[in-house]
């Protein structure tokens, strides 16, 4: 895997004309899809490092590549957080749903469920310089809370999994040390085994179904709807195939892969063939 320690070196990779599957600290890699024989293996994690911290606007600037733990800590030395779970919590779901153990450029690609309600991180994004396709570097939003300068491409990416353009310098708004909303507790009684997939919605019936359907075990938090998957796995290899049918007015993700619906789907097709016509980046993560 080549780890690139500078832009130019990223780009020179990039300049090779191979598909490139990007990770940053690869902690999330039972939740994505399989990276082509064909790729090239990028890690980003070499380009990290806290950039600046303004703690009187609560605003702080890092590379993309900067592990979570190691940003958190410097937040912490000037009364700052993300609204990120820092603790192992059933069975280590919270963990990864909030992002953790990995890099806050993986935290804003993936967009895992989050256990925070109304904190999730295109929230907090406020600005980002990010890679291209083609090579060329291109900028959005400002350090600005309330910044109105054009369009908010930084958010759009969120979410994307390396699809469309790669984080490079990411500009986020922290809370507080003990500031913000409580915390959302979980139904106790969850095994600690490895949680088998991590799902976002909105009818409580289709959870239901699904549960009955799977022979999981459901654990449910209603402030946010996300529910965490555990026992079995989904029936069939054919329900972890990346976009293979929506799930009805939902977001889920598990070994293999994510879902999102037909809508949503529709757009990443378009949004792809505009920002990577050439699919450099991540072929085959979110069926794109």
């Known amino acids: 895997m080549i780890r690139p320690t500078s ?65 958190q800590e410097a937040l912490a030395e000037h009364g700052l957080r993300l609204p990120i779970l820092g603790e192992w919590r059933m069975g280590g779901a919270g963990w990864h749903a ?55 491409i930084h958010k759009f990416l969120v979410g994307t999994r390396g699809t469309l353009a790669l984080f490079l310098q990411i500009i986020v708004q922290a809370l507080p040390l003990g500031g913000g909303p409580p915390l959302v507790e979980y139904e106790s009684g969850v095994s600690n085994g490895p949680v088998e997939a991590i799902l976002t919605t909105t009818p409580t019936g289709f959870a239901d179904a699904l549960a009955r359907h799977a022979s999981i075990t459901v654990v449910r938090a209603p402030a946010t709807q996300t529910l965490w998957l555990s026992g079995s796995a989904l029936a069939g290899e054919g329900d972890r195939v990346v976009a293979a049918t929506p799930v009805r007015d939902a977001r889920a993700v598990w070994p293999g892969g994510a879902r999102v619906p037909h809508a949503e789907r529709k757009l990443m097709g378009m949004a792809k063939a505009a920002f990577d016509p050439e699919r450099r980046f991540n072929p085959g993560e979110l069926g794109l």
């Open 7 to 71: 832009v130019a070196e990223l780009q020179a990779v990039l300049a090779d004309e191979k598909p490139l599957w990007v990770c940053g600290l690869d902690t999330k890699r039972r939740f994505r899809a399989a990276p082509p024989p064909e790729a090239t293996l990028v890690s980003m994690a070499g380009l990290a490092g806290v950039i600046a911290i303004h703690p009187e606007d609560q605003v702080a600037v890092a590379w993309a590549g900067t592990p979570l733990v190691e940003f």
């Open 98 to 152: 909030a992002g953790m153990p990995g890099t806050l450029g993986g935290w804003l690609a993936m967009d895992m469920p989050h256990v925070w309600p109304g904190y999730g991180p295109r929230r907090l994004l406020l600005g980002a310089t990010v890679l291209r396709g083609d090579g060329t570097i291109a900028k959005a939003g400002s350090q600005a809370v309330k910044s109105v300068a054009g369009y908010d």
